[in-house]
C-alpha cells in the first residue's frame, strides 16, 4: 500500500467531519446503548420503518456503506482507513439487521460494499497484526546486565 498522502488525510478528517454530525452521534450513541436491538426481526418489531431508531441505523449504515464503495473503488487509503475506523465491530452489530434488510428489499445489492469493508478490516488486521509480531521477534534483546546485584 503507498504511504498515505496529505489528499488522503483530508478525506479521512471529511469522513470524520460527516461522522460526528450531532445527528450521527446520536445514531452511533443509539447503537452502543442497552436499547439496540441486533435482531433484525426483533429490532423492526420494536422501531419499524420510519421510526427514528430506524432511521439512525440506516444513517449510520449509510455512512459505512459510503466508505465502503470510497475503498472499493482506490479511493481511500487502507492503513488511514483502517487504523481509523474499527469497521469489523460496526458489521458485526449491524449485520444482521444489514442482511435482513438486503433480504426484505430483494436486493443483494444492499449494504454490500459496508460488508466488503468488514472483510477487508479482517484482511488488514490480520496482516498487520502479524507484521507487529514479526517485528517484535526482530527486535534485539537487551543484553543483560554484567553486574552484580547488591
Not at 473503488?73 to 483502517?82: A, R, T, V
Not at 460494499?113 to 537487551?142: G, M
Request: proline share 5%; net charge negative; charged share 25%.
Amino acid at each position: 500500500m503507498p504511504k498515505p498522502t496529505q489528499q488522503d488525510a483530508n478525506l479521512v478528517v471529511q469522513l470524520y467531519q460527516a461522522g460526528s454530525t450531532p445527528e450521527m452521534d446520536e445514531a452511533f450513541n443509539y447503537l452502543l446503548s442497552d436499547q439496540f436491538i441486533a435482531n433484525h426481526t426483533e429490532f423492526l418489531k420494536k422501531h419499524p420503518r420510519g421510526s427514528r431508531e430506524y432511521s439512525q441505523v440506516r444513517r449510520v449504515l449509510g455512512f459505512y456503506e459510503t466508505v465502503g464503495t470510497l475503498h472499493k473503488h482506490g479511493l481511500i487509503n487502507e492503513d488511514l482507513l483502517f487504523d481509523w475506523l474499527a469497521v469489523r465491530h460496526q458489521w458485526d452489530r449491524l449485520k444482521d439487521i444489514a442482511l435482513g434488510e438486503r433480504a426484505g428489499a430483494k436486493n443483494p445489492a444492499l449494504w454490500e460494499n459496508f460488508e466488503a469493508l468488514a472483510r477487508a478490516d479482517d484482511v488488514w488486521s490480520t496482516s498487520h497484526a502479524q507484521a507487529a509480531q514479526a517485528a517484535t521477534e526482530r527486535r534485539p534483546q537487551a543484553p543483560a546486565s554484567g553486574g552484580s546485584r547488591h
